[in-house]
């Protein structure tokens, strides 16, 4: 059972960027970043495969968050610039068996406890 730890979460005025991190215990395929605010349904963020080269994101952060990942370190980024009041929101870790997913929160096996990111404006 692999383990992922999210951290980088905290409080930002709005027009800030913070990075946050999502560590595994161990191997993981694609992976993907969820978040949700009180209220909603959990939302898709963003996904990266495997190797890295496929990357795709949800509508509301394209052209401000980036997903990277360095498998060496067994580690993902979501890197978030311009963030916005309406970004504030538990952000989620989450990782599948597969190299390549989806934006389906059910296509993810693993998941992370969370970490929380406000937006102050």
């Known amino acids: 059972q692999v383990q992922l730890v999210e951290s980088g979460g905290g409080l930002v005025q709005a027009g800030g960027s913070l990075r946050l991190s999502c560590a595994a215990s161990g191997r993981t395929y694609a992976m993907g970043w969820f978040r949700q605010a009180p209220g909603k349904e959990r939302e898709f963020v963003a996904h990266i495969s495997w190797g890295g080269s496929i990357t795709y994101y949800g509508d509301a952060v394209k052209g401000r968050f980036t997903i990277s990942r360095d498998n060496a370190k067994n580690t993902v980024y979501l890197h978030m610039n311009s963030l916005k009041p309406e970004d504030t929101a538990v952000y989620y870790c989450?990782?599948?068996?597969?190299?390549?997913?989806?934006?389906?929160?059910?296509?993810?096996?693993?998941w992370g406890q969370g970490t929380q990111v406000t937006v102050s404006s």
């Open positions: 989450a990782g599948s068996k597969n190299y390549i997913s989806d934006s389906s929160e059910f296509s993810y096996n693993y």
